[in-house]
């Protein structure tokens, strides 16, 4: 499994459109351990590309703060599971917490 959070600053990044590089995260299911990071910076965004891009990656799932319901809509003709609302935390924070199931999310933080 491949989790993507995109990040700014180390952390992530309140809107993934916005965000500087996508750290992405292999993880064991089955152990709920990280394995692996790779931390990559995206092209230019626009509209349907970034789910493209990280899906050629192998990404599974994406992890963000914030994000319009056309973007979530995109990931998921993709395969790739879309969880919102996570806090700005460290990319291996957030993905630990939510493979133990302990992720606190809020409201996503898109509103378009």
Same mark, same amino acid.
């Given at each position: 499994m491949k989790i993507a959070v995109p990040t700014a600053? =180390?952390? &992530?990044?309140m809107h993934f459109g916005h965000c500087e590089k996508f750290v992405i995260v292999d993880v064991d299911e089955a152990t709920k351990t990280i394995t692996g990071k790779e931390d990559v910076v995206p092209p230019p965004h626009e509209p =349907? &590309? +970034?789910p493209k891009w990280l899906h050629e990656r192998g990404v599974t799932t994406i992890i963000g703060g914030g994000m319009g319901m056309r973007a979530q809509q995109f990931f998921q003709d +993709? =395969?790739?599971q879309v969880v919102v =609302?996570?806090?700005p935390e460290h990319p291996q924070t957030v993905v630990l917490s939510w493979l133990k199931g302990e992720l606190v999310t809020g409201g996503?933080?898109?509103d378009h």
């Open positions: 600053d =180390g952390k &992530l990044c =349907g &590309l +970034y +993709y =395969g790739i =609302g996570a806090p996503n933080s898109c």
